[in-house]
């Protein structure tokens, strides 16, 4: 083990023990109800009654693209499409301390020693009872890596059977980008403490930062 895996794995080991003896936080609700600021609607007569306008929608949709950029970049868009998507951003282990990603100690130790990633979806919805629904799902990946085209063992080769040339062997990998990674973890492949990061800062109070 060279000293750069030591190192992380000592720092995962502090890190998932300060976790476990901290007190455990409730979980922010998944949608989350934002209660943007009442703006004057006097000149906006077609909006239902109790609804906070165009004022407080653009007010919702910067809070949700300031929550994400901190991690992830977004994909261009309409911005009255109601759902904003990212470009899938590949998450740093713990050799890479310095760099955000998710939350998740766990999530982090097998970021440290397998490629992963991930990308984030978020809907806003009109609520009911005024303001707006803002459900987040950031979703994992595994890469998957490339394997020999053809077995590396096999039965034994008479000396009178023509020897293949075995000093190289192709890799194979799928031919396009997208099938290189596949979903990571069990059903339905997210990663709720990082959707919990995003969620405590579309609600963080001062808005916008």
């Not at 009911?128 to 085209?149: A, F, H, Q």
Request: hydrophobic share 35%.
């Amino acid at each position: 083990m060279n000293c750069r895996v030591r190192g992380a794995c000592w720092l995962a080991a502090g890190t998932m023990a300060a976790a476990g003896g901290c007190a455990s936080v409730p979980p922010v609700d998944n949608p989350v109800l934002v209660r943007p600021k009442v703006y004057d609607q006097a000149r906006s007569t077609d909006q239902p009654t109790g609804r906070p306008g165009c004022a407080g929608y653009d007010e919702v949709y910067e809070r949700v693209l300031d929550a994400l950029d901190d991690d992830f970049e977004i994909i261009p868009g309409s911005r009255y499409a109601r759902e904003i998507r990212t470009y899938p951003h590949v998450a740093p282990g713990y050799e890479q301390f310095w760099k955000t990603g998710s939350p998740d100690p766990n999530e982090r130790w097998l970021a440290t020693f397998q490629p992963l990633r991930h990308f984030a979806i978020v809907r806003i919805d009109d609520a009911d009872d005024g303001g707006y629904r803002v459900t987040v799902e950031v979703y994992k990946e595994l890469e998957l890596v490339g394997v020999p085209s053809l077995p590396l063992g096999g039965p034994a080769v008479f000396r009178s059977a023509p020897v293949a040339d075995r000093t190289s062997d192709t890799l194979t990998t799928p031919a396009t980008a997208e099938r290189q990674w596949l979903p990571a973890g069990p059903a339905p492949h997210r990663d709720f403490a990082f959707e919990q990061k995003i969620l405590k800062k579309v609600l963080r109070p001062g808005g916008i930062k």
